[in-house]
C-alpha cells in the first residue's frame, strides 16, 4: 500500500496505465506498472508448495472495472488447497489421474469439470460389450442383430435390450438362443439368453469366464433431474467402445405419450446420440453408474433418444431371480390421474363429483375383469389402495407388485357423499397384451 501511494503521487503517476491485483489464498496484492519498476513479492511457504495443484477461477468473482482510480483494473480470485485431502469443499475441483480409475471421482458440488465425462465414461468402459446374434431362415444365416450389453455381475450376468437377443415373433422359442459377446479387451464368449420380457424390452444374457470379468456398478434413476448431464455407451453401427454425451430431457417419458400399446411404462428422455447398434447399453451418469438402458431413439428426428429407468430395471431383474418372468397383475381397469385443474373442470361438468383433491378416476370398468367383479363402476376415484393413499397409476402399481391372487381393499368415493370399499383379486396379465 505504502508502493501505490508513493506511485500515485509522484510525478510518474500519468505513466501508470494497468494495475492487476491477483487475490490468493492469502488475500496478498501484487501491483505491477509499466514503469519499468521490478517489485519483488514475498510468497508464503503454504502458497509455494501448493503452486503444482489445479487452480479453480470463480467466474462468479470475475470483476472487471472499466474505469477506476487507477485506469483499467483486471481482478480474478483463484482458490488454491494446500492439503489435497481438504479438496472437498463445495467449489473447489478435485483432479485425480485417469489412470487411476479406482481413485478417480466426479467434481463435488455438481460441477462438470474438464475430466468429469472422461472420467465417468473410464468406469463404465470395460463393462461394456458387444453383442452380435446370428440371424436367418430355416437354418440359413442371412445377417445378425447388433447390440451392447452391461456386465452387471461378476459371474457374467450382462444387462441387454430383448429386442437385441431374441426374436419378438418367437420369444418363447429363442429365449435359449445363442449370442456372440465381445469385450472391450478383446476377449469373445459365447452367451445365452437367460430371460427376456416382451413388454419392458429388457433382457438377461449369460457368459461363463474363467478369468475375472470388469462390472458395471447399478446407480438409481430416481435421482435424475430435467437437465442432468448423461453418457450413452455401446456399439452404434457395431462401432465399438462409442461414447456420446448430452443432458436428461424428460424423466418420466410416457409409453402412451410416443404412441406405444400396451401396459403403461415410463422413460427417460435424452438428447445422447442413440444409433442401431446402441440398443441395450448403458445410459451412465457422471459418478459413472447405470441409471438407464437404451432402447430405442426417434428416426425422423435428432436428439430423441430413450432409455428404460434403471429403476424399472431393478424389479424386473428381482421378477427375473424369483419366478424367471416377470409377473404383472391385472385388475381390468383404465385409469386417470387427477390434478386440481381436471378437478376443477370435473366438478363445474358433475356437480355430485367427489369431493377431492387427489387420486385416480376410472372412467371405464373392463366387463368381466376382477374390478367389474369386485364392483368398480365409471366415474369411481380411487383413493386408498391397500389402505394406503394413492394419487399416480405408477403407486398403485408399485403396491400390486406380483400379488397376483392376494385380496386388496379398495376405498373409492363415488360421489361427494358416498365412500365405497371394495375388495379386488388380481389376476396376472396376459403376456402378450
Same mark, same amino acid.
Given at each position: 500500500?505504502?508502493?501505490?501511494?508513493?506511485?500515485?503521487?509522484?510525478?510518474?503517476?500519468?505513466?501508470?496505465?494497468?494495475?492487476?491485483?491477483?487475490?490468493?489464498?492469502?488475500?496478498?496484492?501484487?501491483?505491477?506498472?509499466?514503469?519499468?519498476?521490478?517489485?519483488?513479492?514475498?510468497?508464503?511457504?503454504?502458497?509455494?508448495?501448493?503452486?503444482?495443484?489445479?487452480?479453480?477461477?470463480?467466474?462468479?468473482?470475475?470483476?472487471?472495472?472499466?474505469?477506476?482510480?487507477?485506469?483499467?483494473?483486471?481482478?480474478?480470485?483463484?482458490?488454491?488447497?494446500?492439503?489435497?485431502?481438504?479438496?472437498?469443499?463445495?467449489?473447489?475441483?478435485?483432479?485425480?489421474?485417469?489412470?487411476?480409475?479406482?481413485?478417480?471421482?466426479?467434481?463435488?458440488?455438481?460441477?462438470?469439470?474438464?475430466?468429469?465425462?472422461?472420467?465417468?465414461?473410464?468406469?463404465?468402459?470395460?463393462?461394456?460389450?458387444?453383442?452380435?446374434?446370428?440371424?436367418?431362415?430355416?437354418?440359413?444365416?442371412?445377417?445378425?442383430?447388433?447390440?451392447?450389453?452391461?456386465?452387471?455381475?461378476?459371474?457374467?450376468?450382462?444387462?441387454?435390450?430383448?429386442?437385441?437377443?431374441?426374436?419378438?415373433?418367437?420369444?418363447?422359442?429363442?429365449?435359449?438362443?445363442?449370442?456372440?459377446?465381445?469385450?472391450?479387451?478383446?476377449?469373445?464368449?459365447?452367451?445365452?439368453?437367460?430371460?427376456?420380457?416382451?413388454?419392458?424390452?429388457?433382457?438377461?444374457?449369460?457368459?461363463?469366464? *474363467?478369468?475375472? %470379468?470388469?462390472?458395471?456398478?447399478?446407480?438409481? +434413476?430416481?435421482?435424475? =433431474?430435467? &437437465?442432468?448431464?448423461?453418457?450413452? #455407451?455401446?456399439?452404434?453401427?457395431?462401432?465399438?467402445?462409442?461414447?456420446?454425451?448430452?443432458?436428461?430431457?424428460?424423466?418420466?417419458?410416457?409409453?402412451?405419450?410416443?404412441?406405444?400399446?400396451?401396459?403403461?411404462?415410463?422413460?427417460?428422455?435424452?438428447?445422447?446420440?442413440?444409433?442401431?447398434?446402441?440398443?441395450?447399453?448403458?445410459?451412465?451418469?457422471?459418478?459413472?453408474?447405470?441409471?438407464?438402458?437404451?432402447?430405442?431413439?426417434?428416426?425422423?428426428?435428432?436428439?430423441?433418444?430413450?432409455?428404460?429407468?434403471?429403476?424399472?430395471?431393478?424389479?424386473?431383474?428381482?421378477?427375473?431371480?424369483?419366478?424367471?418372468?416377470?409377473?404383472?397383475?391385472?385388475?381390468?381397469?383404465?385409469?386417470?390421474?387427477?390434478?386440481?385443474?381436471?378437478?376443477?373442470?370435473?366438478?363445474?361438468?358433475?356437480?355430485?363429483?367427489?369431493?377431492?383433491? *387427489?387420486?385416480? %378416476?376410472?372412467?371405464?370398468?373392463?366387463?368381466? +375383469?376382477?374390478?367389474? =367383479?369386485? &364392483?368398480?363402476?365409471?366415474?369411481? #376415484?380411487?383413493?386408498?389402495?391397500?389402505?394406503?393413499?394413492?394419487?399416480?397409476?405408477?403407486?398403485?402399481?408399485?403396491?400390486?407388485?406380483?400379488?397376483?391372487?392376494?385380496?386388496?381393499?379398495?376405498?373409492?368415493?363415488?360421489?361427494?357423499?358416498?365412500?365405497?370399499?371394495?375388495?379386488?383379486?388380481?389376476?396376472?396379465?396376459?403376456?402378450?397384451?
Amino acid at each position: 500500500m505504502n508502493l501505490l501511494r508513493r506511485a500515485v503521487s509522484s510525478s510518474k503517476a500519468s505513466s501508470l496505465i494497468r494495475i492487476v491485483s491477483v487475490a490468493t489464498a492469502t488475500s496478498g496484492i501484487v501491483y505491477g506498472t509499466d514503469a519499468g519498476t521490478k517489485i519483488s513479492v514475498a510468497i508464503p511457504e503454504s502458497i509455494r508448495e501448493s503452486k503444482s495443484l489445479p487452480w479453480q477461477i470463480s467466474q462468479g468473482l470475475i470483476n472487471r472495472t472499466e474505469q477506476s482510480l487507477f485506469g483499467n483494473l483486471a481482478a480474478f480470485s483463484a482458490r488454491v488447497n494446500p492439503k489435497p485431502e481438504a479438496a472437498g469443499a463445495i467449489n473447489d475441483e478435485k483432479r485425480v489421474p485417469v489412470e487411476d480409475s479406482d481413485s478417480v471421482k466426479p467434481p463435488s458440488g455438481g460441477f462438470l469439470g474438464r475430466d468429469t465425462i472422461a472420467n465417468a465414461a473410464a468406469r463404465i468402459g470395460p463393462a461394456v460389450v458387444n453383442l452380435s446374434v446370428p440371424q436367418g431362415f430355416h437354418g440359413i444365416t442371412t445377417g445378425k442383430s447388433i447390440g451392447s450389453g452391461t456386465i452387471i455381475d461378476a459371474d457374467g450376468t450382462i444387462l441387454t435390450c430383448a429386442h437385441v437377443v431374441v426374436d419378438f415373433q418367437s420369444i418363447r422359442q429363442s429365449s435359449k438362443g445363442r449370442v456372440d459377446v465381445t469385450l472391450q479387451d478383446g476377449r469373445t464368449f459365447e452367451g445365452v439368453v437367460l430371460n427376456a420380457d416382451l413388454q419392458s424390452d429388457i433382457a438377461l444374457v449369460k457368459i461363463n469366464s *474363467k478369468t475375472p %470379468l470388469p462390472t458395471a456398478k447399478l446407480g438409481f +434413476s430416481n435421482k435424475l =433431474r430435467p &437437465g442432468d448431464w448423461v453418457i450413452a #455407451v455401446g456399439c452404434p453401427l457395431s462401432l465399438q467402445n462409442t461414447i456420446t454425451a448430452g443432458i436428461v430431457s424428460c424423466v418420466d417419458r410416457k409409453s402412451s405419450d410416443l404412441g406405444l400399446r400396451g401396459a403403461g411404462r415410463e422413460y427417460l428422455q435424452t438428447d445422447c446420440a442413440i444409433n442401431a447398434g446402441n440398443s441395450g447399453g448403458p445410459l451412465v451418469n457422471l459418478d459413472g453408474e447405470v441409471v438407464g438402458v437404451n432402447i430405442m431413439k426417434v428416426l425422423a428426428a435428432d436428439g430423441l433418444g430413450f432409455s428404460v429407468p434403471i429403476d424399472s430395471v431393478s424389479k424386473i431383474i428381482e421378477h427375473f431371480k424369483k419366478s424367471g418372468r416377470v409377473i404383472r397383475p391385472w385388475i381390468g381397469l383404465k385409469m386417470i390421474e387427477l390434478n386440481k385443474m381436471i378437478i376443477a373442470q370435473l366438478k363445474e361438468r358433475y356437480p355430485m363429483f367427489p369431493d377431492v383433491e *387427489k387420486g385416480i %378416476l376410472v372412467p371405464t370398468v373392463i366387463p368381466g +375383469s376382477p374390478a367389474d =367383479r369386485a &364392483g368398480f363402476k365409471p366415474g369411481d #376415484v380411487v383413493v386408498r389402495f391397500d389402505g394406503k393413499p394413492v394419487e399416480t397409476i405408477k403407486e398403485l402399481i408399485e403396491i400390486m407388485d406380483d400379488r397376483v391372487g392376494q385380496r386388496i381393499r379398495v376405498v373409492v368415493k363415488r360421489s361427494n357423499i358416498e365412500t365405497v370399499t371394495l375388495e379386488v383379486i388380481p389376476e396376472e396379465a396376459n403376456p402378450d397384451m
